[in-house]
């Protein structure tokens, strides 16, 4: 009896143990129904992408100018691979979507004091990116919880979008949710005992995408805008489209050849009569003179003559 009694205790706490980690266990993407109130987005956002993360989170011992034995997230970088319409295991070689990485929260800031960072996701597809502040809310707050439970594992937050372009996949995202990390915590903090000592740790995690109304508009008209291109823009469409350039190049070059070549015959058709226009008056002047010549002295003898016949 007391057997029964420990396995259905255990297989109770076995199941209330690991619930967050399911999705991880099971290698599926979670669902919004994975994402405990605590850290759930907004009831009228809607969830269009998850990503899987693998990376390495870098720690550093007392990196600040003052104070010990305190550790400093300097730096998380992760590969990010797509989820949807794909099957676990998604971190295959390849097939990398994106990448996060941290940059600093104030470009302006010059201390050498480390100084906050934001996790900053790209996406390789169309350049879009976006970038989150601190995690509006934890699961490591929750009462009698430190790092989901169990000191080994990150935390499970949600924070809101506070940067992105203007513009592609990542720009319709309000709201992120980073669930089932596993690895990846900060060291204890009696083993920071060098200043400046670096710690690496890997890590995973799922990383959800929420948007609103419009976004979800706007989404299916990339769609479908993003699948016309794909189409358009085959090898065989990009040749053919790179030949007719070329071509339409050439017979250009041999429409504006033959324009000058024409041009140029016109106008030197149109200088020959104006060169005659201006020898013409001088043929004339000269020969004006010579008809008048011829002219005179035959007038000057028929009056001598009318004159002589009078006087007779």
Request: proline share 7%; glycine share 4%.
């Amino acid at each position: 009896m007391k057997f029964y009694i420990t396995a259905a205790i255990l297989s109770i706490s076995f199941q209330l143990a690991f619930a967050d980690y399911l999705p991880a266990l099971l290698n599926v993407a979670p669902n919004s129904a994975d994402v405990k109130e605590r850290i759930a987005p907004p009831a009228n956002a809607t969830l269009y992408d998850v990503w899987y993360g693998k990376g390495r989170r870098v720690y550093q011992c007392n990196p600040e100018k003052k104070g010990f034995q305190h550790w400093y997230s300097v730096q998380t970088h992760a590969f990010l691979y797509p989820t949807k319409g794909e099957q676990a295991p998604f971190d295959i070689a390849g097939k990398e979507i994106g990448q996060i990485a941290a940059a600093p929260l104030n470009p302006e800031h010059q201390e050498a004091n480390p100084i906050d960072t934001m996790p900053v996701i790209y996406n390789y597809k169309d350049g879009s990116w976006l970038g989150t502040g601190r995690p509006s809310a934890t699961t490591t707050k929750e009462e009698g919880r430190a790092e989901r439970g169990d000191s080994v594992h990150l935390d499970d937050h949600f924070a809101v979008v506070s940067k992105s372009s203007t513009d592609g996949y990542l720009s319709h995202a309000k709201y992120l949710v980073r669930l089932a990390s596993t690895d990846g915590v900060m060291p204890p903090p009696e083993h920071c005992t060098q200043k400046g000592m670096i710690v690496s740790k890997p890590f995973s995690a799922y990383f959800m995408f929420y948007t609103d109304a419009e976004g979800v508009e706007d989404l299916a008209k990339e769609k479908v805008e993003w699948e016309r291109m794909v189409a358009e823009y085959t090898p065989e469409k990009l040749a053919a489209a790179e030949k007719e350039k070329l071509d339409a190049a050439e017979s250009n070059l041999v429409a504006e050849q033959e324009k000058k070549e024409a041009a140029a015959a016109a106008q030197k058709e149109a200088e020959m009569p104006v060169a005659q226009q201006e020898t013409q008056p001088i043929v004339q002047e000269q020969a004006q003179p010579v008809a008048q010549e011829q002219v005179q002295p035959a007038a000057q003898e028929q009056a001598q003559a009318e004159a002589a016949m009078a006087e007779s």
